[in-house]
């Protein structure tokens, strides 16, 4: 998986309480991004990183706050967790925008 | 609004046989296409990335088409194995001006393929 990490792989957890979640690359890639992936639609992009501490929305990023402050590491977090965010989060990193984009293998997320 | 659409949406064929997967889009302007296999439970993985000026690009048994006019693209497996079982899912990737917004890649849903015995 490129050197891609993700952690926790699998969680639980209650309405209200906040979640994060973290990927870990190797590659000194550029660019990170988080994605979530549901039943019935494409993986929607939430938040991604051009570099330490710069950061930008995607489509669906209500609910949702990023940090970046190494290079390898980009942390999604849920800062009180909803339902509606019962997802698979992946990360993704690339070297620059244009180019090929490798994935982690993904976070399960359910929000009970 | 920038579009994938991917056909069908699941198809179950024999072991060995070959397949078609169909990805059109609406997307501009046009950067790259890729295709990429998502095993279940797993993360995408690339299989082709394809630029204007390529219309053919295979990756084993894989073959990736692209006509740029039609804006259409063909993800072509050959002699499938069980192993080929999986999502299959088609991205285009718009290019993007200063600002370098990250929401130029649309994803299509893609497409569950079953490869039986």
């Known amino acids: 998986d490129a050197g891609i990490t993700q952690s926790p792989r699998h969680k639980v957890t209650e309405t209200g309480t906040p979640v994060t979640l973290r990927c870990h690359q190797t590659?000194?890639?550029?660019?990170m991004y988080w994605y979530r992936q549901d039943p019935g639609h494409g993986l929607r992009l939430i938040h991604y990183?051009?570099?330490?501490?710069?950061?930008d929305k995607g489509e669906v990023s209500d609910g949702y706050s990023v940090s970046r402050s190494k290079t390898e590491d980009f942390l999604l977090t849920l800062e009180s967790a909803t339902s509606s965010q019962t997802s698979v989060y992946f990360c993704a990193i690339s070297a620059l925008l244009e180019t090929e984009a490798f994935f982690g293998q993904g976070t399960r997320l359910t929000v009970v | 609004k920038n579009q994938v659409e991917q056909s069908p949406q699941s198809l179950i064929i024999l072991e060995g046989k070959n397949c078609t997967l169909q990805?059109?889009?609406?997307?501009?302007?046009?950067?790259?296409l890729r295709w990429y296999k998502q095993d279940t439970g797993r993360g995408p993985v690339s299989l082709t990335i394809?630029?204007?000026?390529?219309n053919t690009k295979s990756n084993g048994r894989y073959t990736a088409t692209l006509d740029a006019d039609t804006k259409q693209s063909s993800l072509h497996i050959t002699a499938s194995q069980l192993s080929d079982s999986a999502s299959y899912i088609c991205?285009?990737?718009?290019?993007?001006?200063?600002?370098?917004?990250?929401?130029?890649?649309?994803f299509g849903k893609g497409t569950h393929l079953i490869i039986q015995p």
């Open positions: 590659e000194n890639h550029r660019y």
């Open positions: 394809m630029t204007f000026s390529e």
């Open positions: 990805c059109n889009y609406t997307v501009s302007p046009f950067s790259n």
């Open positions: 990183s051009y570099g330490v501490k710069d950061t």
């Open positions: 991205v285009v990737s718009a290019w993007q001006y200063s600002g370098g917004g990250a929401d130029g890649l649309t």
